[in-house]
């Protein structure tokens, strides 16, 4: 019941208007055997009427005039004679034009009616077959102007699959075929003026501006895309209002100077945006980057306004307009033109424009001119296909809407050096935008382009551009850029309002990834505090060729000769005092361990590798324990000999009998053995690399495991002790015989060296205390070669007399006297 009200409505509406208008002949008609409609907004209706109580039809001659849409109107008349002048394009073959004044979208639609009907009826969704069916009049229209107009009128040209080609509707929801399947445009949609918005605002870097579009669907979609495309970019929107013809323009500049915004997008149809830059002019706003849409990018009555050159800098995207050839010649040519006599059937065809003259009407501006003249080229060419005009068309070939539809999709001809294509949206494949600023003559001057078809899409020339700054590019900033190595922290809602925070030691900040956060350097690289980047760590370690290095290795061969030449000595004199006293065979034993631990000084240099980490510990700690258990033995052996014998006579037999110091030398060594490798095959030494020593360094090292020590080390340690306990209990023997002193003292300087290493070791974990390991090994070898075998030396090569058994029994009874007395 509902949807048959409406259709009574709608035809009481139609009636209505048939009936109040008989005008007479216009240029708004041209018989052709197929026409093509046209809908253009010369006349406009501004301010916006109240809606009304009842439906009412707008006698568009009695409304405001525009001149820029009289001209596109003009173009469409060109384009169609243009066509029929051609021998190429549609020969023996006439087009005509059907075209309505459009000037309001809810009070024009008998216009629209009067298009899409067959023989003053609409019979929505008929089935067309092509027997007997009558087409439409119109095989196509090109228009409406607007967006807003556009998604008023194209629901009804959908239905049937009409073909609307809009040469100036940008909203990009008209991309959307499930809705508007039938829709074409000849420009592009908002998201490529928003992609190019976008681009300038980044391509001079501001971050804070303000978006002031229409409060309708063409503005209402520019925002939505301008928030979408500024996802995921340094761009904060500080401000967004819809503008009205009653928006409250001191309010709105109130708001954009209390949060310092230097840059406003005006996204808006001519009108809204002369009202709103107007106001400005008047109310000296001044110091500002404005950025203007197609829509007013070129208009000529805000740059002939007084005081316009005070507002700031005015740079535009336009539409890249060609002077199409022989438009001027008829503007010229048609303006003293009669039409003769012809009765309408709808209103909104005359425009009382007979007294313009043709420099009144090119001086007009021109943007989207090519826009039509495409529009009505590309369905020339789809008729041109239909009626397979390559050796001459089929005039009386019956032509519907939705056969001309599938012909416009496929598209592709040139015209003016463009080739006409077209997407699956309907969407134009062809054309660019113009950047232009306004220069200080006030006209607009071209400083770049955005031109899909070239391989670099944006281009803009800064130096052509004057700044209202006299200097350099202003800026529009919420906060200061921060310093080189310093983190945005938000303060706010917008990402653009924050504060700035130095990434300490081992961060590092990266503006062009993450400029809010400080990034933490991996363990290879370091970075100082404030840095924007992290450096690669040195890896270190001592190699051979280090100075320290070669100093202990020459100690170290060093040593090796004095042993061997104290070997030698002893030898020689195998069978005196001196060396029977100290050990006599032992004497060889201790030399050789002395010998073999010091091999692994050798391996404390170099890049550490498992097997070289195990042989710094290994043979010191193996050797140097046969070497201590055989002083341990040596000192007992030389107390029981003087102070036990006495007491304990057996001892000293039992020892002697059953050779016990080498069966307590072979019994600790071989534990020592066994320990160690018990715990290296339970956890073995393994190369390390240190990172948290140094900042800038990664220490390569040797790691001690726990178990694999800890057991050695408490048994070198006893070996130690008990050194100390006989070496005291034979404080008192005769000199010749008396080692306390010299083993105490190896012992105290071999304790100091490891406490000095120790606590060395608690305090610094560089490259070089690996040297520093090698020189307290080194240190304990010396100790008993210099201090234990060297005076035992010296008396054998410079004190022979020493060295006799004379001497040695003089000593010995000199200590019996004294024990007796």
């Given amino acids: 019941m509902k949807r048959a009200l409406a259709a009574l409505q709608l035809l009481g509406y139609v009636c209505h208007a048939v009936s109040e208008c008989t005008l007479p002949a216009s240029e708004f008609h041209l018989d052709g055997d197929y026409l093509i409609g046209g809908i253009f907004k010369i006349h406009y209706v501004y301010p916006a009427v109240p809606p009304h109580r009842r439906p009412e039809s707008l006698l568009c001659s009695s409304q405001l005039f525009s001149p820029e849409d009289y001209l596109r109107f003009q173009v469409m008349r060109f384009s169609v004679e243009q066509i029929n002048n051609s021998t190429e394009l549609l020969p023996n073959v006439s087009v005509g034009y059907h075209i309505f004044d459009h000037c309001h979208n809810a009070e024009n639609f008998p216009n629209v009616l009067d298009l899409i009907s067959v023989n003053g009826s609409i019979k929505p969704w008929e089935e067309v077959n092509g027997n007997g069916s009558v087409p439409p009049e119109v095989i196509a229209v090109s228009g409406p102007f607007t967006s807003t107009d556009t998604l008023t009128t194209a629901p009804l ?434 030399l050789a361990c002395l010998f073999l631990s010091s091999l692994s000084v050798s391996f404390y240099f170099g890049e550490p590798a498992t097997s070289s980490c195990s042989l710094r510990f290994l043979p010191f700690v193996l050797f140097y324990t046969v070497c201590l258990s055989c002083f341990a033995v040596r000192s007992f052996q030389i107390v029981c000999i003087f102070k036990m014998a006495s007491k304990f006579p057996n001892l000293q037999s039992y020892w002697g009998k059953y050779h016990a110091q080498w069966l307590l030398i072979a019994i600790t060594g071989a534990t020592q053995f066994f320990v160690i490798v018990v715990g290296f095959v339970l956890d073995p030494s393994t190369p390390e690399a240190d990172t948290s020593w140094s900042q800038q360094e990664i220490i390569l090292k040797c790691v001690l495991n726990f178990k694999g020590c800890v057991a050695p080390a408490m048994l070198l340690s006893s070996l130690c002790a008990l050194c100390f306990v006989f070496s005291y209990m034979g404080k008192d023997l005769p000199k010749n015989y008396n080692e306390a002193q010299a083993i105490t003292f190896c012992l105290m300087l071999l304790t100091l060296t490891w406490v000095t290493f120790i606590t060395i070791f608690l305090l610094y974990q560089g490259k070089h205390l690996q040297t520093l390991n090698a020189l307290a090994v080194l240190s304990s070898l010396y100790s008993f070669l210099l201090w234990y075998f060297l005076p035992k030396c010296y008396i054998i090569l410079f004190q022979p007399e020493k060295n006799t058994p004379q001497y040695f029994q003089g000593l010995i009874q000199n200590y019996t006297k004294t024990i007796s007395q």
């Fill in 157 to 590: 040209f959908m239905m049937d699959l009409f073909p609307l080609i809009s040469y100036g509707a940008a909203s990009s929801v008209l991309s959307g075929k499930a809705k508007y399947p039938s829709f074409m445009r000849t420009v592009f949609s908002n998201k490529e003026i928003i992609t190019v918005i976008v681009n300038i605002i980044q391509h001079f870097k501001w971050r804070w501006v303000a978006f002031l579009r229409s409060d309708e669907s063409f503005g209402n979609n520019g925002l939505d895309l301008f928030v979408s495309a500024i996802q995921g970019t340094q761009i904060c929107l500080a401000y967004s209002k819809g503008l009205r013809s009653d928006s409250n323009y001191t309010q709105i500049f109130q708001h954009i100077e209390h949060q310092k915004i230097n840059v406003i997008i005006v996204f808006a149809p001519q009108l809204a945006a002369e009202d709103l830059v107007g106001w400005a002019v008047k109310h000296k706003v001044s110091n500002k980057v404005w950025l203007a849409g197609d829509t007013w990018a070129l208009s000529k009555k805000l740059r002939a306004m007084e005081g316009i050159d005070q507002i700031g800098t005015v740079i535009g995207i336009s539409q890249n307009e060609k002077t199409i050839p022989g438009f001027s010649d008829f503007i010229h040519a048609t303006r003293g033109r009669s039409y003769g006599p012809r009765q309408q059937k709808s209103c909104n065809q005359v425009c009382n424009c007979s007294s313009l003259t043709p420099e009144q009407i090119l001086a007009s501006d021109h943007s989207f001119t090519f826009s039509v003249y495409s529009s009505v080229y590309a369905i020339a060419h789809a008729l041109h296909r239909l009626l397979n005009c390559s050796g001459g068309c089929h005039r009386n070939a019956t032509v519907y809407p939705y056969t001309v539809l599938a012909a416009l999709k496929k598209s592709n001809f040139t015209l003016l050096k463009d080739r006409i294509k077209f997407d699956p949206n309907g969407d134009p494949l062809f054309g660019s935008y113009l950047l232009v600023h306004w220069n200080k003559s006030l006209d607009p001057d071209p400083i770049g382009y955005y031109n899909l078809e070239k391989r670099v899409r944006f281009y803009i020339n800064d130096s052509k551009i004057e700044w209202f700054t006299n200097a350099g590019v202003p800026t529009s900033l919420c906060s200061e850029e921060c310093l080189s190595g310093y983190m945005m922290k938000q303060d706010g809602i917008h990402k653009c309002c924050f504060t700035c925070e130095m990434c300490p030691e081992g961060t590092y900040v990266d503006i062009t990834e993450d400029p809010y956060q400080c990034s933490a350097c991996n363990q290879t690289q370091w970075s100082a505090a404030g840095s924007i980047s992290c450096n690669q760590r040195r890896l270190e370690f001592v190699p051979f060729s280090d100075r320290w290095a070669i100093l202990i290795l020459f100690g170290a061969a060093v040593l090796v000769a004095l042993i061997l030449a104290v070997s030698a000595v002893f030898a020689v004199n195998y069978n005196t005092p001196v060396v029977r006293s100290s050990g006599g065979p032992m004497c060889f034993l201790i």
